[in-house]
């Protein structure tokens, strides 16, 4: 697309406009192998409901519905533009009710569902996004049923330094530091997964690359700051 390492990170963060639009297209597919992973980690059962946290313009719902029998599912996204692309996408299933789109204007404000909501969620490449990431994961954590399960699919440091556009407003992290992190919030670690799949660079360069999926389970009690 030619631009700017700032203006691809801009977009990866909340991907607007035309632009943006061909970005949520490129982000669903380039992303297919760690969003599809991501849910198969998650043991997703009949009547779960799925909330995904970063869901894109919604291309994968089809899939995620047919993952077993009654599912639910719940999208939220920072980006207006996403969202309505999803919900375009995917109307009929809007209309049967089994799933819905949620614009999060303020991530400030937290999610914007009672707690005990979900059974199951996922959040791929998005933790780079969260100022606060203690705050973030608490709220995903009160969202979620006692022993509801979180999957976290995201690429480390190491390899995401290497990438120019990723000095714009990018929190890298590493696995062990998210696991840290959830635990203080009251997550416990059943497995992490290391994995890698045949990327294409912004440059249209052929990469490994390297990502984790983190698949926590919300404890009893959530652990008090010091």
């Not at 297209?25 to 970063?54: K, Y």
């Not at 692309?85 to 400030?108: K, M, R, S, W």
């Not at 714009?168 to 590493?174: A, R, Y």
């Not at 997550?187 to 360069?205: F, H, I, N, P």
């Amino acid at each position: 697309m030619g631009m700017e390492a700032e203006e691809v990170a801009a977009q990866l963060r909340c991907p607007h406009g035309e632009i943006g639009k061909q970005f949520g297209q490129v982000m669903n597919l380039r992303n297919l192998t760690m969003i599809v992973e991501a849910l198969a980690q998650l043991d997703i059962h009949d009547g779960s409901r799925v909330l995904e946290v970063g869901c894109g313009n919604g291309g994968l719902l089809g899939h995620i519905l047919s993952l077993a029998k009654g599912v639910r599912y719940a999208g939220v996204e920072i980006s207006a533009d996403m969202v309505e692309a999803a919900q375009a996408f995917n109307a009929p299933f809007l209309a049967a009710g089994l799933a819905e789109y949620v614009l999060l204007e303020d991530a400030t404000e937290g999610l914007p569902f009672p707690e005990d909501s979900f059974d199951r969620a996922l959040s791929v490449n998005t933790v780079y996004f969260q100022e606060d990431l203690g705050c973030w994961l608490g709220e995903m954590r009160r969202v979620l049923v006692p022993s509801g399960r979180l999957c976290l699919t995201f690429a480390e440091r190491a390899f995401m330094r290497s990438l120019a556009f990723t000095r714009d407003g990018f929190h890298l992290v590493d696995g062990d530091e998210v696991v840290s992190v959830a635990g203080a919030q009251g997550w416990t670690l059943l497995r992490r997964v290391d994995r890698q799949d045949l990327a294409v660079s912004k440059d249209g360069e052929l990469v490994e690359r390297p990502f984790v999926h983190l698949v926590l389970e919300k404890g009893d009690e959530r652990i008090p700051p010091n």
